[in-house]
């Protein structure tokens, strides 16, 4: 059977923001979208080596009131189109708009997200499958899923601690998705 990368979005794929508290924040419209310049190449590499690859991601800026639900939507699109434009394909996206006090069962670190995208692509196993992700709560989904996991740098300095502490290490840690594909392109015989 074929294997999913699922991917976090923002600080996997994109830029984040920073909020007036300095605290990382997703980009609420489409003018503060910036994807990182070797993301489309790195996502048709995975493409071309056989993974399927979709986008879980935590977007509780809706219910926070922070943004409008169109607004949060076309940012979302526009993410997925100026990846797919560059040759890339994402097979689907899995949105959580609850904040954690909601405590939902789709939330990373809960799992509802990765349940529904491989519940949507049955051809794919999750033997073999990855999280790909910015944030301890990926590393954590994964895991608990029983996915391979990738950390990807880090945006918040509690995250390294947060994983310490639940003695929780991920498959792979490393600067970027180019050094993700690096070490997928070294090691994928191993895997």
Same mark, same amino acid.
């Given at each position: 059977?074929?294997?999913?990368?699922? &991917?976090?979005?923002?600080?996997?794929?994109?830029?984040?923001?920073?909020?007036?508290?300095?605290?990382?924040?997703?980009?609420?419209?489409?003018?503060?979208?910036?994807?990182?310049?070797?993301?489309?190449?790195?996502?048709?590499?995975?493409?071309?080596?056989?993974?399927?690859?979709?986008?879980?991601?935590?977007?509780?800026?809706?219910?926070?009131?922070?943004?409008?639900?169109?607004?949060?939507?076309?940012?979302?699109? $526009?993410?997925?189109?100026?990846?797919?434009?560059?040759?890339?394909?994402? &097979?689907?996206?899995?949105?959580?708009?609850?904040?954690?006090?909601?405590?939902?069962?789709?939330?990373?670190?809960?799992?509802?997200?990765?349940?529904?995208?491989?519940?949507?692509?049955?051809?794919?196993?999750?033997?073999?499958?990855?999280?790909?992700?910015?944030?301890?709560?990926?590393?954590?989904?994964?895991?608990?899923?029983?996915?391979?996991?990738?950390?990807?740098?880090?945006?918040?300095?509690?995250?390294?601690?947060?994983?310490?502490?639940?003695?929780?290490?991920?498959? $792979?840690?490393?600067?970027?998705?180019?050094?993700?594909?690096?070490?997928?392109?070294?090691?994928?015989?191993?895997?």
């Amino acid at each position: 059977m074929k294997n999913l990368i699922v &991917l976090d979005r923002d600080g996997t794929i994109n830029k984040l923001l920073t909020d007036s508290n300095g605290n990382p924040d997703s980009p609420m419209k489409v003018s503060q979208v910036e994807i990182f310049p070797w993301v489309p190449a790195a996502l048709k590499q995975l493409n071309d080596m056989g993974f399927g690859l979709v986008i879980a991601t935590n977007q509780p800026a809706w219910a926070k009131g922070k943004v409008e639900l169109e607004a949060l939507n076309q940012v979302h699109d $526009y993410i997925v189109m100026r990846i797919q434009s560059k040759g890339a394909k994402i &097979l689907s996206s899995h949105v959580c708009l609850h904040r954690s006090e909601d405590l939902c069962a789709c939330r990373k670190p809960n799992t509802g997200l990765l349940q529904e995208a491989f519940d949507k692509h049955p051809e794919f196993s999750s033997f073999g499958s990855w999280m790909v992700g910015d944030r301890a709560t990926d590393v954590m989904a994964g895991d608990s899923f029983k996915l391979q996991t990738a950390w990807l740098g880090s945006t918040v300095a509690d995250d390294e601690n947060l994983l310490n502490n639940i003695s929780l290490l991920p498959t $792979y840690r490393g600067k970027d998705l180019r050094d993700f594909i690096s070490f997928m392109s070294n090691n994928r015989k191993n895997i």
